[in-house]
Every structure is written in C-alpha cells, then in structure tokens.
C-alpha cells in the first residue's frame, strides 16, 4: 500500500485478555518498528525487525509482549494478560534498511489506541 | 544507556517568534540525528535530519538544527513561527551501525495567533 497500515485503529479490552495488534508496512521496507507512545511519556522503542529477524528487543515491556513479522512484511505485536498499565497509542513504522541496518528515515502508521478497562 | 532528552516539555509562542527547541543525547561513536513533527490529528513524519557533513541542517517549512558534536546537541531552530507550526516535535538518535532509534520525550509547542 502507500503508507503503513495498523489495525485495528482502537482496541478496548478487558484486564485479562490478550490482544493483538497488527501492522501492514510500506512494501519493499525491510525494517518495521514498534513504539508505544503514552501521555507524557513521549515515543517508548519496543522492538525492531530487520527482514524476519529482530536485532533488538530490548523495549518489550515484560514477557506478556511479543512480536514476529512474517514473509518480511506483515507483524503482529501480541500482548498477553492485558494491564491497565499496557493502555497507550502503539505505533507502527517502516524504513529501508540493508547491510543490518536502517536510514533511520520512518514512515509511521496512524497506530492502533489499546484501552483496558 | 543510550538516551534521548529534550529539554522543554510545553513551549507556548506567539507567531513571528522566533523558537529553539533543546536536544541532547548520549550516545558513543558516529551518530544519525532526527528531528520528526506530529501536526494535530496526523501521524509522525520526519522534519530533518543528520547523518554526516555540515553540522547546520535545513528541513521542510524552514525548519534548521545544529548538531554540536562538543554538546552531544541537536537543537532545532526557526526564525519566525506560524501557528500552523503548532505540533509535537520529537529529536530521535541511532548509531550509524544499527537501526535502533531511541526518540525523546517531545516537546508541545503552540503557537498563538
């Protein structure tokens, strides 16, 4: 597509549940990222691919978050065992990339807004 | 670690003024600097950036940064502000040998009429 792609758009959960969140990237973009952004707590980094693979997961919260991207295209970001606290705006974004690593130019999704009651 | 911070959280302006934005980060070796604006209602999108070269970089919308290598610093800058400049603004940094891009806390800035 043209730009980045998530859905859904907004996700109201229960505590408990689990949920995820997918991102459709811009094509031929071999890094997609993952951010969550929160009031006042600016842009979080979560995790990034390269191709399939993730360089860096360093950002994932706790062990209820994971992620994979398949066919160097599509991810899904799943939290398990919501939390009021995983509440937020998670963002999506794509970037060229090549020899490991990226432009650092991203392209961001509107983002998916997770609310948990 | 690696970190990303901005200095001023709500910066409030009338038009015409001029505006600097604080950014500093810390991080070794070669870095990549950016600045990315996020206008009310849209997604982020990328105002500037630094890779290597003259350290005074030009954006869109007039929009300038300075990258002082000294003061691990990369203020932006515009000489005279719109209120259509009214967005949240974010500095982001990555070593040049990763795609790990660490952003700041943003800054708020509004513009009044």
């Known amino acids: 597509g043209a730009g980045v792609s998530q859905s859904p758009s907004n996700k109201v959960t229960e505590k408990g549940k689990d949920v995820e969140l997918r991102c459709d990237p811009i094509s031929g973009h071999t890094a997609l990222y993952w951010y969550r952004q929160s009031l006042g707590q600016g842009l979080e980094f979560l995790i990034y691919f390269q191709g399939n693979s993730a360089p860096d997961k360093s950002g994932l919260p706790s062990d209820r978050f994971s992620a994979e991207r398949t066919g160097g295209s599509v991810s899904t970001l799943t939290i398990q065992r919501t939390q009021q606290e995983d509440s937020a705006v998670y963002l999506c974004a794509s970037s060229w990339g090549g020899a490991g690593v990226t432009t650092g130019e991203l392209f961001f999704g509107e983002g998916s807004r997770l609310t948990v009651l | 670690a690696q970190s990303v911070s901005q200095h001023n959280h709500h910066v409030i302006l009338s038009e015409a003024a001029s505006l600097e934005l604080g950014c500093n980060y810390s991080y070794g070796g070669t870095v990549n600097l950016f600045w990315y604006v996020q206008y009310p209602g849209q997604h982020l999108q990328l105002l500037l950036k630094y890779f290597s070269g003259d350290p005074l970089v030009k954006g869109i919308k007039g929009f300038e940064a300075e990258f002082i290598k000294s003061k691990f610093s990369f203020n932006l800058r515009k000489p005279s502000v719109q209120w259509s400049d009214t967005a949240e603004y974010f500095c982001?940094?990555?070593?040049?040998?990763?795609?790990?891009?660490?952003f700041g806390q943003g800054t708020t800035l509004q513009v009044k009429p």
């Open positions: 982001a940094a990555k070593t040049s040998n990763t795609g790990k891009l660490i």
